[in-house]
T-cell receptor, first 110, second 115 residues
Framework: QKEVEQDPGPLSVPEGAIVSLNCTYS??????FMWYRQYSRKGPELLMY????GNKEDGRFTAQVDKSSKYISLFIRDSQPSDSATYLC??????????FGTGTRLLVSP | GAVVSQHPSRVICKSGTSVKIECRSL??????MFWYRQFPKQSLMLMAT?????????EQGVEKDKFLINHASLTLSTLTVTSAHPEDSSFYIC???????????FGPGTRLTVT
């Protein structure tokens, strides 16, 4: 079993839809949770960063962490074609290397 | 803030030559930087952890003599691919760890093609 599980997709939605992306993990020591967006042939861009459990909102993006269930989510409201990319969840215990999900490929059609 | 740059963005070299890739944190100091390799349609594969002023820590299966890492300052880490072969062709990405929390910021990547 992988430490971090993420559905690779692709996830296809129409423009304007609410997108839900999820990851589950097995290591209860993880404290820091991140979501990255990666366009083809580019480096990952940090979208959301959350410490421990709770919600965090930034514009159209909302990140949720439920440590009791070992489950994290990223919601994208009013999705746009420009949101089409691969979304990677990542987590660590602090000063350690990140553990990544496999990434979910999102396709938003106009 | 939190910008990481890489240079070059793309490089083509002949088999047997060495190539150096630079990773810089432009607006923060990074005591720890990471080097990744990514194959098409695959996730990031961590190659090594680079700590300023000390030797890098390599992941299992990564040849330390082939992938030389130097982290000489708090804003610069370099990866040198020595005696490159076509199988070393890949997308190399660095990241830098900022502050007391766990977030990392990635560079734009370097595409290496060995002919």
């Amino acid at each position: 079993q992988k430490e971090v599980e993420q559905d690779p997709g692709p996830l296809s939605v129409p423009e304007g839809a609410i997108v839900s992306l999820n990851c589950t993990y097995s290591n209860s020591a993880f404290q820091y949770f991140m979501w990255y967006r990666q366009y083809s042939r580019k480096g990952p861009e940090l979208l959301m960063y959350t410490y421990s459990s709770g919600n965090k909102e930034d514009g159209r993006f909302t990140a949720q962490v439920d440590k009791s269930s070992k489950y994290i989510s990223l919601f994208i409201r009013d999705s746009q074609p420009s949101d089409s990319a691969t979304y990677l969840c990542a987590m660590n215990t602090g000063f350690q290397k990140l553990v990544f999900g496999t990434g979910t490929r999102l396709l938003v059609s106009p | 803030g939190a910008v990481v740059s890489q240079h070059p963005s793309r490089v083509i070299c002949k088999s047997g030559t060495s190539v150096k890739i630079e990773c810089r944190s432009l607006d923060f100091q990074a005591t720890t930087m990471f080097w990744y390799r990514q194959f098409p349609k695959q996730s990031l594969m961590l190659m090594a952890t680079s700590n300023e002023g000390s030797k890098a820590t390599y992941e299992q299966g990564v040849e330390k003599d082939k992938f030389l890492i130097n982290h000489a300052s708090l804003t610069l880490s370099t990866l040198t691919v020595t005696s490159a072969h076509p199988e070393d062709s890949s997308f190399y990405i660095c990241s830098a760890h900022r502050g007391i929390s766990g977030e990392q910021y990635f560079g734009p990547g370097t595409r290496l093609t060995v002919t």
